[in-house]
């Protein structure tokens, strides 16, 4: 199966990035052929300044790289490294009615929250829709937020095939892959973690960050001798997600007898969250320490990239008659 997914370089990466996709990109590239890349194109709907955005690229690549997305197995690249991406979004626009994008959740999120906009941020999904098409992709493994996108894809998909396919289809039609344990991972605030709303703990914030956001978590008020619900508790919630199996079923059982307070519950979830990314820290410090290798990974990764996006460019050129 051809994977294929992308994460916009629009600040560091959080705990809700990394268990809602990165830690799927990582099963996934084990018996797949996967593409993963930074999506700076999209970027440029909210980052306008070309020094903070080359660094956020960089950093993502080596967040990547850190994590375990492995070069040798997935091909990893940046968007704008391959252009062919940008002309099929044209194509693409050309059949997408504009109520489609109108109805968009993610873009009047955005502009709630206070993007400009611009026709860029209008027209996103149709540039994902060509990042995912492009490639042929299977499935494509995301959050849930980004479900909508996923469809408004496979609808571009199906209009492009039936215009202009004349019985072979130009596109394959991917489908989303979103965990439902995962699917929305709660920030400090008990909202959706996400950087606009400033309520993420970044994965490789320094071990005291992590401790002091982690403190932040908002609870009730319930004393520590009395029984809790594990499954309303957003302690518990993200402790879940990280614990080993013992942990859970102990930590579990004395929600329910009562005996757990909220600050020991503070302290063992800053502890595992540290503790799974402790590995990822130090390899991340040698690959950051050698730009000229995280590179190299780019260059091969563009070079691929490059090669399976001309072949579907072709085709669609080809179907509409622009060749
Ligand atoms: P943000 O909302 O912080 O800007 P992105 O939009 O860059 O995050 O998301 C990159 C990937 O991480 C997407 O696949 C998205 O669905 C996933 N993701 C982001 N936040 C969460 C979350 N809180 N829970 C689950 N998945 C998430
Ligand atoms: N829109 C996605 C996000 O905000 C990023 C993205 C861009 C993407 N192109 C993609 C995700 C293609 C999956 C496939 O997270």
Redesign the pocket.
């Known amino acids: 199966m051809r994977v294929l ?4 370089p ?2 560091a ?10 830690r799927q990109y990582l099963a996934l590239q084990e018996s797949n052929d996967a593409f993963y890349f930074v ?1 700076n194109y999209h970027a440029l709907t909210s980052v306008r300044n070309a020094e903070i955005l080359r660094g956020y690229v960089f950093d993502v690549m080596v967040d990547f790289l850190a994590l375990g997305l492995d070069p040798d197995r997935a091909t990893l690249f940046v968007q704008s490294d391959v252009p062919e991406t940008t002309e099929l979004a044209w194509l693409l626009t050309t059949v997408t009615p504009m109520g489609w994008l109108e109805k968009c959740v ?1 873009y009047k999120d955005k502009v709630q929250q206070g993007l400009p906009s611009d026709h860029g941020l209008f027209a996103y999904p149709v540039l994902q829709a060509a990042d995912i098409l492009i490639y042929d992709a299977d499935v494509v ?6 479900k909508q996108h996923l469809e408004i894809t496979r609808d571009i998909a199906e209009r492009f095939n039936h215009v202009y396919g004349k019985g072979a289809d130009v596109f394959k039609l991917p489908k989303p892959y ?1 965990l439902d344990t ?6 400090i605030d008990g909202r ?6 400033n309520n ?1 703990i970044e994965i490789f914030d320094d071990p005291t960050i992590i401790t002091k956001k982690v403190k932040k978590i908002v609870t009730d008020s319930t004393a520590v001798e009395a029984p809790k619900n594990p499954d309303t508790c957003p302690l518990f919630g993200l402790f879940k997600l990280f614990a080993n199996a013992d942990e859970l079923t102990e930590v579990e059982r004395r929600y329910r007898e009562g005996g757990v307070g909220y600050g020991e519950m503070k302290k063992r979830l800053a502890e595992v969250i540290i503790a799974a990314f402790g590995p990822a820290r130090e390899r991340r410090a040698d690959w950051a320490a050698h730009p000229e290798r995280v590179a190299q990974v780019r260059a091969a990764g563009a070079e691929r990239a490059r090669k399976a996006a001309r072949v579907v460019l072709d085709r669609a050129r080809n179907a509409c008659g622009v060749a």
Not at 141 to 146: E, N, S, T
């Open positions: 997914s992308g994460i916009q629009s600040g990466l959080h705990i809700g990035n990394y268990l809602g996709a990165i999506a993610s493994p995301v959050g849930q937020d980004q979103i995962v699917s929305v991972v709660p920030g959706k973690m996400s950087k606009s709303y993420t």
